[in-house]
Nanobody
């Protein structure tokens, strides 16, 4: 069993930055692919970024590529999402997720992930 707790959300002006963190409990979490998803108002949940167990490979959606960076520190069981140049359309609840079945293949649909945090709200507004 893995439990995920996100933090770092808030309200920021367009062009600003935020850093989200996700702390995972459970010894096996360091072997899992980890990802960040988001869900805006009246929108489906979508993947933002993913990272393999050792951080060697990452995935980014086209909408956040070159602005967001995902990283992980397995010694601290933590995954981060650095978000720069934020836009109003980035406003959403952001969720950390773990895929217990895969270590090196990053899948992009929510149904492929087994564990979820409760989410942290990011609002980009002037």
């Amino acid at each position: 069993q893995v439990q995920l707790v996100e933090s770092g959300g808030g309200t920021v002006q367009p062009g600003g930055s935020l850093r989200l963190s996700c702390v995972a409990s459970g010894r096996s979490s360091k072997y899992h692919v980890m990802a960040w998803f988001r869900q805006g108002p009246e929108k489906e949940r979508e993947i933002v970024a993913g990272i393999t167990f050792n951080g060697a490979r990452t995935y980014y959606s086209d909408s956040v590529k070159d602005r967001f960076t995902i990283s992980r520190d397995n010694a601290k069981s933590t995954v981060h999402l650095q978000m720069n140049s934020l836009k109003p359309e980035d406003t959403a609840a952001y969720y950390c997720a773990a895929d217990q079945n895969r270590s090196v293949i990053i899948l992009t649909t929510p149904r492929d992930y087994d564990y979820w945090g409760h989410g942290t709200q990011v609002t980009v507004s002037s």
